[in-house]
């Protein structure tokens, strides 16, 4: 059974600060692996998407890699931002056709003016 | 542009009473869609998706239900809604392109059962 985590829960930087959040999965079997911004009482939008083919995706300041085989993902993001404040979901893909999500609990990220 | 709709955006119900959430695709025809719950403090949880009209798969038991009534249109309903019925429910699409499938999130609906 796939089990996906995020460490850590909550996470407080002073704005400027470079970041990396974690997440990590037990099966290696993975078709792609999206990362979801949620600001509070919001739905999810989606950030970044790599295919399990892939080791890298980069938007703006923001660049997630990929190591399938250790069922390890980052998200990097650069020169943060108040407005970066919010919870990282990441969540993987197993396979093409349902299309089922298994998602990890979330980082909550502050970034302190 | 493809757009995902929910509604109501909040909703407060008694125990014991009926609940019909609806969300809505548009832009796109035949998605995957989906109903996910997320109770406070606690991650996302697959309830239902659908591949098609009247093609429904339940994740987990439970006092909720699901309906494909027309392509772009997934219902979530319960005959008697209990307390643990709370949350936040999100309905997601997936995007098919060339190269792969991607998630999309509606808004949401806060649902308070009291």
């Known amino acids: 059974k796939q089990e996906v985590t995020q460490i850590p829960a909550a996470l407080s930087v002073p704005e400027g600060e470079n970041l990396v959040l974690n997440c990590s999965f037990t099966?290696?079997?993975?078709?792609?692996l999206q990362w979801f911004r949620q600001d509070p009482g919001k739905g999810l939008t989606s950030l970044l998407l790599?295919?399990?083919?892939?080791r890298e995706q980069t938007s703006g300041r923001l660049n997630a890699s990929l190591d399938k085989s250790s069922g390890r993902s980052t998200l990097y993001i650069a020169a943060s931002q108040p407005g970066d404040s919010a919870t990282y979901l990441c969540?993987?893909?197993?396979?093409?056709?349902?299309?089922?999500?298994?998602f990890g609990q979330g980082t909550t990220l502050q970034v302190k003016p | 542009s493809q757009t995902i709709h929910q509604w109501p955006a909040t909703l407060v119900q008694p125990v014991g009473s009926p609940l019909s959430l609806e969300c809505t695709v548009e832009?796109?025809?035949?998605?995957?869609l989906y109903w996910y719950r997320q109770a406070a403090g606690r991650g996302l949880q697959l309830l239902f998706y659908?591949?098609?009209?009247?093609?429904i798969s339940s994740e987990v038991p439970q006092n909720l239900s699901a309906s494909r009534p027309q392509d772009r249109q997934f219902i979530l309903s319960s005959k008697k809604l209990l307390l643990s019925d709370s949350g936040f429910y999100l309905c997601?699409?997936?995007?098919?392109?060339?190269?792969?499938?991607?998630?999309?999130f509606g808004p949401g609906t806060r649902l308070t059962v009291t």
């Open positions: 997601a699409w997936t995007k098919t392109t060339e190269f792969t499938y991607e998630q999309y």
């Open positions: 099966d290696s079997a993975i078709y792609n």
């Open positions: 790599i295919q399990s083919s892939q």
């Open positions: 969540a993987v893909r197993r396979s093409s056709n349902t299309g089922k999500l298994i």
């Open positions: 832009g796109t025809s035949n998605p995957n």
């Open positions: 659908s591949v098609g009209i009247g093609q």
